[in-house]
């Protein structure tokens, strides 16, 4: 079974759960049935980018979010089983929240996010 595959279905598995979705759940949203997003999950398919966005878009996280990290492939390597972070997790909360909000408003919280970025350096 290729790694990175098995990774991907695991942070997929990982970040819906963390979301509180089911797996029918989760294929209404992107538009699979249930079964192939278990598949992802199990990694017994290979699935397209495509297939990833509409995932991803499911989930309000960005495509780059499914991907395991390099950390992650070199921890497994090692046969510790990847997990995902607490700050991945309020990071994905956050986006959550983010993906609901105008422009106008996330250009508020942007500059409150720079401000207090430059505050801490």
């Known amino acids: 079974m290729n790694t990175?595959?098995?990774l991907?279905?695991?942070r997929v598995r990982k970040l819906r759960k963390?979301?509180?979705l089911s797996q029918e759940k989760?294929?209404?949203?992107a538009g699979?049935?249930?079964r192939y997003i278990g598949f992802i999950e199990q990694a017994r398919v290979n699935p397209t980018i495509k297939t990833l966005e509409k995932v991803a878009n499911a989930l309000n996280v960005y495509l780059c979010d499914l991907c395991p990290s390099q950390e992650d492939l070199n921890k497994n390597k090692k046969g510790v089983p990847a997990q995902i972070t607490e700050r991945e997790k309020?990071?994905?909360k956050i986006m959550r929240h983010l993906n609901k909000i105008d422009n106008n408003k996330l250009k508020n919280i942007e500059r409150i996010?720079?401000?207090t970025v430059e505050n801490d350096n």
């Open 4 to 6: 990175f595959i098995r």
């Open 8 to 10: 991907l279905g695991d």
């Open 18 to 20: 963390a979301q509180g």
């Open 26 to 29: 989760l294929g209404e949203k």
């Open 32 to 34: 699979f049935d249930y």
């Open 90 to 92: 309020i990071l994905s």
């Open 113 to 115: 996010i720079k401000i």
